[in-house]
């Protein structure tokens, strides 16, 4: 499903469209259950997680700023709603017969890998929308960094020059199309300074 398809899915859903809802919770369910699993609660506790948070999604449906990312807002969500019911929890003291599971903090949360191949998903989305010939630019000097400017410009068939600028013209040109602000530019006593 496309970057479009999901903003469309959930402005229909904030606009009361119970089968728009219905494909959201059927693409996602998984990614909210991943999250509250990834911290260790049992089933009951899980699906505690999952209600509470698909309650916040639908308190916050029409008010989200990129509604194309709901699944990396639901997984921060859940993320949330899962500390905040382990903090609860803190004040219950546990049996000393209880050993606490061993944690292997070299492995990612099940539910980061989730988030990232979404954003996978939607970088190269956006990144197959860019012009061919940023596309091409950027494959040179972002995705392939081994490859100098000089190399860069004789395959573009461009001065060395006009490599930089034109990057970063591509790179805000990716930036807007996933709807995240550039950087700032400077003011003219900033760049005195420099």
């Known amino acids: 499903m496309s970057h479009d398809d999901v903003a ?14 219905d494909a ?5 369910a998984r990614l909210v259950w991943a999250v509250a699993r990834g911290f260790r609660l049992g089933e009951a506790d899980a699906a505690d997680v999952s209600q509470a948070t698909w309650l916040r999604l639908v308190e916050n449906l029409g008010q989200l700023r990129n ?9 921060t969500t859940a993320r ?9 929890r803190r004040e219950v003291p546990m049996p000393e017969s209880a050993t606490p599971e061993p944690v ?17 998903a939607e970088l190269w989305h956006a990144f ?8 091409e630019l950027l494959r040179l000097l972002v995705l392939e960094p081994t490859q100098s400017y000089a190399v860069a410009a004789a395959a573009l068939s461009v001065p060395i020059g006009s490599l930089g600028p034109t ?8 930036r807007a199309s996933l709807g995240e602000p550039g950087p700032r530019q400077r003011t003219k006593e900033e760049r005195a300074d420099v």
């Open 167 to 174: 990057r970063a013209r591509c790179l805000a040109a990716l």
């Open 128 to 135: 197959r929308g860019l012009p061919a010939r940023c596309q």
């Open 80 to 88: 949330r709603e899962a500390l905040a019911l382990l903090r609860s």
């Open 8 to 21: 469309g899915q959930v402005r229909a859903a904030a606009g009361g469209d119970q089968a728009a809802w």
């Open 24 to 28: 959201l919770v059927r693409r996602y």
């Open 104 to 120: 292997d903090d070299t492995q990612p949360a099940p539910w980061q890998r989730l988030v990232a191949e979404e954003t996978d």
């Open 67 to 75: 509604p194309a990312s709901v699944g990396a807002w639901l997984a």
